[in-house]
């Protein structure tokens, strides 16, 4: 694509987190390519190519499985020069946006490392921030004025948390100083916006990292303010968290699949068992309390990050199906074997097993029985009571739990 649009007369370069991520000998998730020519220039010369955007156009040129985006060189327009304060668009604040020259482009990026400009012309990389003084000090340096520059697009505080998780470099000095002036700005920036972020911060291999670093920021509540308050107050709520995040990393660097949906349960499972009143799952609730209280902690939650339903449902069902684990009345182990959630639901056991909280026992029984055969599993069932003393449990929550759950009709 480069040489291409380089023959077509234009400048072309690879940039972002392509250039960053292949001079620290990494794989680049992606690339990114900035160039001269406009939207309708680029989509004429790549066939397999779709503008997105409104206000500012790109390019997605598709190959295969990969999409490069390409942008045509932006300047960054500063309020002093326009005389006019911008316009709010998804929570960034647009001024007239026009195309600018390469040295232009440079400046409204970032980081540093992220300002590397890979020419294919010559194969040189050129350095408009010092980035690569930076990538060998291991530093997320913000370029210009780091208040500014938050203050112009507050996520650029999670996207320096993000690279400094995922490459396991420092904040510079200054640019980890702005963020507590800066971050407040936060509350304002649009849940689907933030939606997006927190996919990259959680789902792509440092998840783990990326919660040290927004708790460290003590940003991590404008993300998920009451998992962030309770993860402070109660070990247990933060080692199921932490436990969901790192088996999440170990998927991900196993090339298995990983789903947001575990995730949000696991997020949210501390703030659901405080909502519900703090009981054990067995004795809290019928499956409709969780239902019902699962709603509402879903319902505040999305107030600051718009989790899509396909996630949230899927989250309620692991929570769902978490009294019946425990349980394990007569045939039922047998007919949830071929509950679609099981295996998630199973996970979500072993993990509460882990963070310490008392199913063990529970966790430990249904590991040998899904790893068991047929004829095995029937005679486990046979072994197990038919009723417990659960009839009293079973029953919807009293006036009396509820008020204490808050939560009545
Ligand atoms: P990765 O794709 O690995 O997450 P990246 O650095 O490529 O990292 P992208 O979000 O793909 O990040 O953005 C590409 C480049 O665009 C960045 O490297 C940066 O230079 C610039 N950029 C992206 N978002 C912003 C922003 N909010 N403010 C300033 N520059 C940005
Ligand atoms: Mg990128």
């Not at 980035?131 to 520059?149: K, N, S, V, W, Y």
């Not at 916006?193 to 789902?203: A, W």
């Not at 600051?304 to 425990?326: M, S």
Request: proline share 4%; glycine share 6%; hydrophobic share 45%.
């Amino acid at each position: 694509m480069l040489y291409r649009l380089n023959h077509a007369g234009f400048e072309a370069y690879l940039v972002g987190g392509g250039v960053r991520d292949l001079l620290l000998g990494g794989q680049p998730k992606d690339f990114d390519i900035a160039t001269s020519a406009k939207p309708e220039e680029i989509k004429a010369l790549f066939r397999n190519c779709r503008l997105i955007g409104r206000r500012f156009r790109l390019a997605h040129v598709r190959f295969g499985r990969e999409v490069i985006e390409v942008a045509t060189f932006r300047a960054h327009h500063d309020a002093d020069e326009s005389g006019a304060d911008g316009v709010i668009e998804n929570g960034l604040i647009l001024r007239d946006n026009v195309y600018g020259t390469r040295d232009e482009d440079a400046m409204r990026r970032d980081f540093s490392v992220n300002c590397l400009y890979y020419d294919v012309r010559d194969f040189s990389v050129i350095d408009f921030a010092e980035g690569m003084a930076d990538l060998e000090a291991r530093l997320i340096r913000m370029i210009g004025e780091p208040t500014l520059r938050y203050r112009e697009d507050p996520v650029r505080i999670l996207r320096a948390a993000r690279f400094a998780a995922k490459l396991d470099f420092t904040l510079e000095q200054e640019t980890a100083a702005a963020v507590e002036l800066c971050a407040g700005a936060l509350h304002d920036i649009p849940p689907a916006r933030l939606f997006e972020e927190v996919l990259k911060l959680f789902m792509t291999g440092h998840a783990s990292a990326s919660l040290t670093v927004l708790r460290q920021l003590d940003v991590f509540k404008y993300l998920f303010p009451a998992t962030d308050r309770l993860i402070g107050e109660h070990e247990r709520a933060a080692a199921l968290v932490e436990g969901a995040l790192r088996s999440t990393d170990e998927r991900i660097a196993q090339d298995k699949t990983v789903t947001p949906a575990f995730l949000v349960a696991a997020f949210l499972w501390p703030v659901l068992r405080v909502y519900l009143g703090g009981h054990e799952v067995r004795d809290m609730s019928t499956a409709m309390a969780i239902d019902h209280a699962g709603s509402m902690v879903i319902a505040d939650q999305i107030q600051r990050v718009a989790l899509p339903k396909r996630f949230t449902l899927v989250a309620k069902e692991i929570w769902g199906l978490q009294p019946a684990l425990e349980e394990r009345r007569g045939r039922r182990p047998l007919k949830l074997l071929n509950h679609p959630r099981l295996r998630a639901a199973y996970d979500f056991l072993l993990l509460r097993a882990q963070a310490g909280e008392p199913v063990q026992e529970h966790a430990d029984w249904w590991t040998k029985f899904v790893q068991s055969d047929d004829s095995d599993r029937q005679g486990a069932v046979a072994a197990a009571p038919k009723h417990r003393q659960r009839k009293r449990r079973r029953k919807k929550p009293s006036a009396g739990e509820r008020a204490n759950t808050g939560t009545g009709p």
